[in-house]
T-cell receptor, first 115, second 109 residues
Framework: ETGVTQSPTHLIKTRGQQVTLRCSSQ?????VSWYQQALGQGPQFIFQ???????GRGNFPPRFSGLQFPNYSSELNVNALELDDSALYLC??????????????FGAGSRLTVL | DAKTTQPPSMDCAEGRAANLPCNHS???????VYWYRQIHSQGPQYIIH???NNETNEMASLIITEDRKSSTLILPHATLRDTAVYYC??????????FGQGTELSVKP
């Protein structure tokens, strides 16, 4: 059983650029969610995808968007990067959605630095 | 905002039990209590979760009070590798996790 894998692990961008982060969910998991973790803070929920549709979103602007593919992998896209977007971006997968009993498995994250 | 309150930091001697408290006085009847930990710059690692009953697995035990307003995570024999930030989370609707600041546990030799 493979876990959640994310790529790239580190990347540096400049303000105004766009970035795409990728995530492969754990085998058998059909739900993917993304979190942003600024330095010294706990992770914050960005959005969740189930069956290729966004079905939950946190307090993030529309320039944060995502996709889920038929194989349940996912992408997080951020347009018009700002300095405050510098953070660790975490992907988590789970089986099913509307249940408090489904464990989320996290990847190791993608560290984005915006200069 | 997170629905849990945790002490910002705790120390524990290696080999002793680490007891990490968490208050969640506004928890709803169908919300689970989850514990995750995060070792520096890694992704959060699932530890344990529970609804009403106490739970135990190979990593830890979770003790939930009868009124469900608080819980305690117990690491029975802490090692240096257990040094991490521990997050207590109440699982809200839709499955998202709302993280607070967590407890930074330092296990000392």
């Amino acid at each position: 059983e493979t876990g959640v894998t994310q790529s790239p692990t580190h990347l540096i961008k400049t303000r105004g650029q766009q970035v795409t982060l990728r995530c492969s969910s754990q085998s058998g998991h059909n739900t993917v969610s993304w979190y942003q973790q600024a330095l010294g803070q706990g992770p914050q929920f960005i959005f969740q995808y189930y069956r290729e549709e966004e079905n939950g979103r946190g307090n993030f602007p529309p320039r944060f968007s995502g996709l889920q593919f038929p194989n349940y992998s996912s992408e997080l896209n951020v347009n018009a990067l700002e300095l405050d977007d510098s953070a660790l971006y975490l992907c988590a997968s789970s089986l099913g959605q509307f249940s408090g009993a489904n464990v989320l498995t996290f990847g190791a994250g993608s560290r984005l630095t915006v200069l | 905002d997170a629905k849990t309150t945790q002490p910002p930091s705790m120390d524990c001697a290696e080999g002793r039990a680490a007891n990490l408290p968490c208050n969640h006085s506004t928890i709803s009847g169908n919300e689970y209590v989850y514990w995750y930990r995060q070792i520096h710059s890694q992704g959060p690692q699932y530890i344990i979760h529970g609804l009403k009953n106490n739970e135990t697995n190979e990593m830890a035990s979770l003790i939930i009070t009868e009124d469900r307003k608080s819980s305690t995570l117990i690491l029975p024999h802490a090692t240096l590798r257990d040094t991490a930030v521990y997050y207590c989370i109440v699982r809200v609707d839709g499955g998202k996790l709302i993280f607070g600041q967590g407890t930074e546990l330092s296990v000392k030799p």
